[in-house]
């Protein structure tokens, strides 16, 4: 049998040992990169919401404002039609869905 010298044994277990290191370094850097992604999704549908909820406050007050300017002025169907269009647009592009979601 032949005999094993001692550095050449520290030296096998070392190689081991920096296997198993690059192994667990790698499953880290793949939870890690998981909980970035997970954390991006979630902060764009809260930016989305934020901005529909923006969208809509402002079409809200722009609608009040106008209703108590209409009061005293002439009422007109056609333009309450195409105010409510032009919202109903807005509306829209800022909640339909993403064709190109870049974390798919």
Do not use: Y
């Amino acid at each position: 049998m032949p005999r094993v010298n001692r550095l050449q044994l520290q030296k096998e277990l070392l190689v081991a040992e920096s296997e198993i290191n690059r192994a667990q370094l790698i499953e880290e850097w793949q939870a890690m990169t998981g909980g970035v992604r997970t954390f991006r999704a979630r902060l764009k549908s809260v930016s989305e919401l934020a901005s529909a909820v923006a969208l809509l406050v402002t079409a809200v007050s722009a609608f009040r404002r106008e209703r108590a300017a209409a009061r005293s002025a002439k009422f007109s169907w056609f333009d309450m039609a195409l105010k409510g269009a032009k919202v109903a647009v807005s509306l829209w592009t800022v909640l339909r869905p993403s064709d190109h979601d870049p974390s798919k």
